[in-house]
């Protein structure tokens, strides 16, 4: 357990919140196919996992010289969310660790939010995070910058000294601890399942788990106890 006081909790969303980035990298690799772009699932994790779109096009039009038109965009987003309505689910055991928070909480996202409030709403999450969310359109620069967790932090009143970052990526471990916050990797979305017993896995962050069921017992000091023990 960390002795650092924590008085926010802040929650990326894709695989964090929401098992979501392995639909979302296979709809990706399937909308650029059909554009002649062809990438593979490594390719989306190695430079894709927690970027925010614009930057998926910056990256796209470098490496494969391609500009991609404003149909496309309408396209993948059209086939994501119908595959989300299919298939998306919450992260098994979020809910109850931020119902059981003893401490503020808020959401960081590099998801558009019209993405991020589907999402939310296909996973039963959304009454969790009303007034709380903060998307990479509202700043200029996206993970690996700090300014989206800066902003959330600001958002809610607390030094980001007294943060703790909960992410998957590694774009997103590099925002955090640029702006100052603690941070803690989750491994337990359906893209990261080969991860969590790597010896890189922590990828500078200070604790990494794969489960929520551990969560209180890496940091008891946020309230909850254990998920097995009946709340009080």
């Known amino acids: 357990m960390s002795s650092a006081k924590t008085d926010l909790v802040i929650f990326d969303c894709d695989g964090v919140l929401i098992d979501s980035e392995v639909i979302s990298a296979r709809m990706l690799v399937a909308e650029l196919a059909r554009r002649d772009v ?3 699932m490594d390719y989306v994790a190695q430079h894709f996992l927690g970027r925010s779109y614009p930057v998926v096009l910056q990256q796209i039009r470098k490496e494969f010289g391609v500009d ?3 149909e496309f965009e309408t396209a993948y987003r059209a086939s994501l969310l119908a595959a989300f309505d299919r298939e998306l689910l919450p992260i098994a055991g979020v809910r109850d660790v931020i119902e059981r928070l003893s401490t503020d909480y ?8 019209p993405r991020l409030a589907r999402s939310l709403e296909i996973t039963g999450l959304t009454d969790l995070f009303a007034g709380r969310t903060t998307t990479a359109s509202e700043v200029t620069h996206g993970k690996p910058a700090p300014d989206l967790f800066l902003l959330a932090a600001e958002k809610r009143g607390i030094s980001p000294d ?3 970052v909960i992410e998957d990526s590694e774009n997103g471990i590099k925002a955090g601890l640029a702006a100052g916050m603690q941070v803690y990797r989750f491994t337990g979305g359906s893209h990261l399942k080969s991860l969590a017993l790597s010896s890189d896995a922590a990828a500078g962050a200070a604790q990494v788990f794969a489960s929520f069921d551990k969560f209180f017992q890496l940091r008891p000091d ?5 998920l097995n023990e009946s709340t009080p």
């Open 222 to 226: 946020l309230g909850g106890g254990p």
């Open 106 to 113: 808020c959401l960081a996202t590099s998801s558009s939010p």
């Open 68 to 70: 991609l038109p404003p």
């Open 38 to 40: 062809h990438i593979t």
């Open 162 to 164: 007294r943060c703790l």
